[in-house]
């Protein structure tokens, strides 16, 4: 299966094949096979953070020790992984220059 384009905005969890708005934080090449795991790992994000939403409504469970937070953390990593493996140049570049991957900007 050959690579199409994509736009993708991380806020709104948006990946479409056109540009309009601002769907274009980044600019991806990927297979359907890929946008099917990327589309998941957006959708666990969101179910995590319906949970975190809920478990911020307790007080007495501190961010630091709620599995909820961790879960979404986690799928967004993997999230900005994956764009960054597929990404161009510039989507790259930022994500990069974010260090959420464990590397840090110069």
Do not use: C, W
């Amino acid at each position: 299966m050959g690579k199409k384009k994509y736009y993708i905005n991380m806020g709104s969890g948006e990946i479409s094949k056109i540009k309009y708005d601002n769907n274009d934080n980044f600019v991806i090449h990927a297979t359907d096979d890929e946008i099917v795991l990327l589309r998941e790992k957006f959708n666990e994000m969101n179910a995590a953070g319906v949970t975190t939403f809920f478990r911020a409504h307790v007080p007495v469970t501190p961010y630091h020790n709620d599995q909820s937070n961790d879960d979404y953390d986690d799928e967004m990593t993997e999230a900005y992984r994956m764009i960054y493996e597929l990404g161009d140049e510039s989507a790259k570049e930022h994500i990069k220059h974010m260090g959420i991957l464990g590397d840090r900007p110069l």
